[in-house]
């Protein structure tokens, strides 16, 4: 086996073997790729908690993970400060792991459980270490759930200030949320570098005051080795007139949008062939006022639509077999869906909401198309076009640009890994230079 000349410890807030979001498939993808690599070993630490119980005594813990990961149990945390009110536990076991692995490279892909106080305590910890953040949301600019959508309804926000966090939220002071904003800033500032999977979510926290020169784009990898066969059409069924929806039935993800749209497509323009499959559950998680609204627009929509329930990624191509589109309606930014990739992979056009990086990743009438974001009838016409279009799926499938694997996703990261440590280098060696010269 190759010798290890550089290791690299990669966290997340949940394991996707537990939590599977599409932070934690990607930090773990990245783990994966990682370890793919010569001369570069990966251990990948995943938070946990309710309702996964404590072990004992210490915080590090393991559910039959594989060698090169472990779990850290963490529930003590203020969601307005994003911090670990356990830090005698952050100094006892996450630092004893941390100081015997010793790596190179500490990679957060999230902090939410853990806490922002796991940065600092790494920087004092191991000074040489260089840390990396990569942002996944909005969760340290907003305190609305992190969507940047202005409380109360989906009003969209643009930009986040402590006046006008606190009309959102008139409960907490403009001087509490500038509080806020000062800790997340100089916790966040301890990083080298930034990563963001797409340039919408990077320009936006340049906006916020994270430094540009710190931030890299790099599209979060994908591990899928089977592809999705085409719908076979018949003289029955000659259209691409399946439509699918995947992910959580939220208000967030926009999913009455789409029964609404559905419902509003003429019926000779829909015909027999025609329906809307939705893959996803927790709509019994989502306030009463929205689960009686999706629940009106279902009996609205009758034998138009589908649902056929959660979903494990495993399951992924199968269901990409009984699709022509797929959909996506959220109603706030969104910045790199792995359902984008997932849907590209498979050779899927899509149809998304024209709106922060939804609209980068797809390209409108090249490899699918927009809509206004939050109109059901502008979703309709776009389902109306498709429908009426036999070329319309062909043409926008060639446009298709080929997907960023989990492998190549490493590599990126290791070449941004290698440029900053040798930075750091440079910069310890001249400072050395200087206090010789100033002592000499």
């Known amino acids: 086996m190759p010798s290890t000349d550089l290791r690299v410890l990669v966290i997340s807030h949940g394991h996707p073997s537990i939590s599977l979001g599409g932070a934690e498939v990607a930090s773990y993808n990245l783990h994966k790729g990682l370890n793919t690599l010569d001369g570069v070993e990966s251990f990948y630490l995943a938070r946990v908690g309710s309702p996964v119980p404590r072990h004992g005594a210490s915080a590090l813990m393991s559910l039959r993970q594989k060698e090169n990961e472990i779990l850290y149990h963490a529930e003590n945390y203020d969601h307005f400060l994003l911090s670990n009110g356990s830090t005698d536990e952050i100094d006892r ?30 920087r004092e910890a191991l000074p040489e270490t260089a840390i990396f953040f990569t942002f996944h949301e909005f969760l340290t600019i907003c305190h609305n ?15 986040s200030s402590p006046i006008d966090c606190n009309g959102c939220f008139p409960n907490i002071s403009p001087a509490s949320f500038l509080r806020r904003e000062r800790f997340i800033k100089a916790m966040l500032e301890l990083a080298d570098h930034y990563v963001s999977p797409s340039e919408f979510l990077a320009n936006r926290f340049i906006d916020w005051g994270m430094k540009a020169e710190k931030m890299s784009v790099i599209e979060n990898g994908l591990d899928i080795d089977q592809r999705a066969k085409d719908r076979p059409l018949s003289k029955s069924q000659p259209r691409r007139s399946r439509f699918a929806f995947f992910g959580q039935l939220t208000m967030f993800k926009g999913a009455d949008i789409l029964l609404d749209a559905v419902g509003r497509v003429p019926e000779e323009i829909w015909g027999d062939d025609a329906r809307l499959m939705i893959f996803g559950g927790n709509l019994d998680r989502q306030p009463e006022e929205y689960q009686e609204k999706v629940h009106d627009l279902i009996e609205k929509a009758g034998e138009r639509v589908r649902f056929y329930g959660a979903y494990q990624n495993t399951e992924m191509p199968k269901l990409m077999e009984l699709a022509d589109w797929t959909i996506i309606p959220s ?13 590209f992979f498979h050779g899927r056009p899509m149809i998304c909401s024209n709106i922060g990086g939804m609209a980068e990743k797809i390209t409108d009438g090249v490899n699918g198309l927009h809509f206004r974001v939050g109109s059901a009838e502008d979703l309709a016409d776009r389902m109306i076009e498709v429908l009426s279009d036999n070329k319309a799926w062909d043409r926008m499938r060639e446009g298709i640009p080929s ?29 050395s230079l200087q206090t010789v010269a100033s002592t000499a």
């Open 93 to 122: 076991d996450f630092l004893r792991f941390v100081k015997d692995y010793e790596p190179d490279v500490v990679h957060f892909h999230h902090y939410l459980g853990l806490g922002l106080e796991t940065i600092y305590a790494i």
């Open 145 to 159: 759930h992190g969507q940047m959508i202005k409380s109360g309804g989906t009003k969209l926000c643009n930009r």
């Open 331 to 343: 109603i706030w930014w969104e910045n790199s869906p792995v359902v984008i990739q997932e849907a």
């Open 403 to 431: 997907v960023t694997t989990y492998e190549e996703c490493a590599e990126q990261h290791l070449a941004q890994y290698r440029e900053v440590l040798e930075t750091r280098r440079q910069s310890a060696k001249a400072a």
